[in-house]
């Protein structure tokens, strides 16, 4: 039995569902025809150049990545643009895009569930619920009581990316709470619900500062490690659910960032 672009989706927000999205954002299908075959699904965190050309190269039919390709109003597609070109490339090869971002961030068992389980947490809950019981975003739970600096090293060790530490590297830490991305927002909630340690990526030079008058521990360690947990999941995801009808990629490629 072949499989369509619309079952994709229906799988897809039998995970996230699309009302779990925060009102910012666009998530959904993306690009393409909902009625198209898919034989091949690549997965990815973010749809750059270099992954369309990987779409192509492969006979990708769709993509399902992690963070919007389009997000801002498209007033004009500049084909000699970096998004116009991607926008071009994928409209002839005829390959469709679908993103599952702050509704999978929110989800009981989406991305912050995924990231709060690698770190190993205990008793995991919601940091900041959402609009539904178990929604939210983030999580906090325990670990077995380590050094931060030691926390530190358990986490580069797992991602294979340094970590930048905010706090005394000797103090002891066993309560977590984890916010998978851009997670700076999240220092006050996370001291207010008990947190020895927030383990999330982009905190700005006044986030730490921040956390340091409020005495919580951070370790930043960069979007990609905090968020490159879902392409592994959400491939498992559908290949469990779907995979004796469809291929099933994935590619985590997308750090920017070199050390």
């Known amino acids: 039995m072949f499989c369509r672009v619309r079952d994709v989706c229906a799988c897809l927000e039998e995970l996230a569902p699309l009302d779990l999205a925060l009102e910012w954002d666009n998530v959904g299908l993306q690009i393409g025809n909902p009625q198209k075959e898919v034989s091949t699904i690549l997965v990815t965190l973010t749809v750059t150049e270099e992954i369309v050309q990987k779409a192509i190269s492969d006979q990708v039919d769709l993509i399902v990545a992690h963070h919007p390709l389009i997000f801002k109003p498209l007033y004009s597609i500049r084909t000699d643009q970096p998004q116009g070109a991607i926008l ?22 989406g991305l912050n569930h995924w990231l709060a389980r690698e770190v190993g947490l205990e008793e995991e809950r919601v940091l900041v619920p959402g609009i539904h019981a178990g929604v939210g975003l983030g999580r906090i739970g325990t670990i077995a009581p380590l050094t931060l600096g030691d926390l530190a090293q358990k986490l580069e060790n797992l991602w294979g990316l340094p970590i930048r530490i905010v706090s005394d590297r000797r103090r002891l830490v066993s309560r977590l709470a984890v916010v998978g991305g851009s997670g700076g927002d999240f220092i006050e909630q996370a001291k207010a619900a008990g947190a020895h340690c927030l383990i999330t990526g982009d905190v700005s030079y006044h986030d730490a500062l921040d956390a340091i008058a409020l005495d919580l521990a951070v370790l930043d360690a960069g979007h990609f490690a905090t968020e490159r947990i879902a392409v592994k999941q959400l491939a498992q995801y559908l290949q469990d659910r779907i995979g004796e009808r469809v291929q099933i990629l994935q590619d985590t490629s997308t750090n920017p960032f070199a050390f």
């Open 88 to 109: 071009t490339a994928l409209l002839q090869q005829g390959a469709a895009v679908y993103v599952a971002h702050t509704n999978l961030d929110q989800a009981p068992e």
